[in-house]
Antibody, heavy 118, light 107 residues
Framework: EVQLVQSGAEVKNSGESLRISCKTS????????INWVRQVPGKGLEWMGI????????RYSPSFQGQVTISADKSINTAYLQWSRLKASDTAMYYC???????????WGQGTLVTVSS | DIQMTQSPSSLSASVGDRVTITCRTS??????LNWYQQKPGKAPRLLIY???SLQSGVPSRFSGSGSGTDFTLTISSLQPEDFATYYC?????????FGPGTKVDFK
């Protein structure tokens, strides 16, 4: 069974750094893309970027390029999303999702709520 | 970026109704179009991929059609558990993009 288990909710102050994680199991981590998706409370889904853990090929939406860093650790089948300086506008739910053969988002983590106070 | 539109933005329906949601893209994406269902407080769930392929475990009352720039999600007979928000998503090019969502609620 494919599982993506994300790290717990975070409450941070503006300007702080943060890394959230997405631990995967039940499939070959290095063979499938991992996506990150943002959802601001009460709003729609926004695609942030994607990483291929096999070779760490990473691509970002222009809206998030330079604002976040996506990475992966093949040794522990885990992907990460990190910020160096959080802003209040980063307050949102963040989901990781496994990409299928046609890049459909076939399996999702439960989400990590990040709250940033100004 | 490929822009996505969905219509309607919301609809009210009754159990047993046939429901159709439309998604349009700003340029041709072949059949790289996916549909998701999201319930409050839950992660999205993949329903349809590649425009018309039913994801494993998804009830057959859900179907998808279309190619190019125009796509449709149909629920043949709405069930109580189908009241949710539905999103289309293009995986044709980077950046991938989602539609704004269609909320289906109880009439």
């Amino acid at each position: 069974e494919v599982q993506l288990v994300q790290s717990g909710a975070e409450v941070k102050n503006s300007g702080e750094s943060l890394r959230i994680s997405c631990k995967t199991s039940g499939y070959t981590f290095t063979n499938y893309w991992i996506n990150w998706v943002r959802q601001v409370p009460g709003k729609g889904l926004e695609w942030m970027g994607i990483i291929y853990p096999g070779d760490s090929d990473t691509r970002y939406s222009p809206s998030f390029q330079g604002q976040v860093t996506i990475s992966a650790d093949k040794s522990i089948n885990t992907a990460y999303l990190q910020w160096s300086r959080l802003k209040a506008s980063d307050t949102a739910m963040y989901y990781c999702a496994k990409g299928g053969g046609l890049l459909q988002l076939s399996d999702w983590g439960q989400g990590t709520l990040v709250t940033v106070s100004s | 970026d490929i822009q996505m539109t969905q219509s309607p933005s919301s609809l009210s329906a009754s159990v047993g109704d046939r429901v159709t949601i439309t998604c349009r893209t700003s340029q041709s994406i072949s059949d790289y179009l996916n549909w998701y269902q999201q319930k409050p407080g839950k992660a999205p769930r993949l329903l349809i991929y590649s425009a018309s392929s039913l994801q494993s475990g998804v009830p057959s009352r859900f179907s998808g059609s279309g190619s190019g720039t125009d796509f449709t999600l149909t629920i043949s007979s709405l069930q109580p558990e189908d009241f949710a928000t539905y999103y289309c998503h293009q995986s044709y090019s980077t950046p991938q993009t989602f539609g704004p969502g269609t909320k289906v609620d109880f009439k």
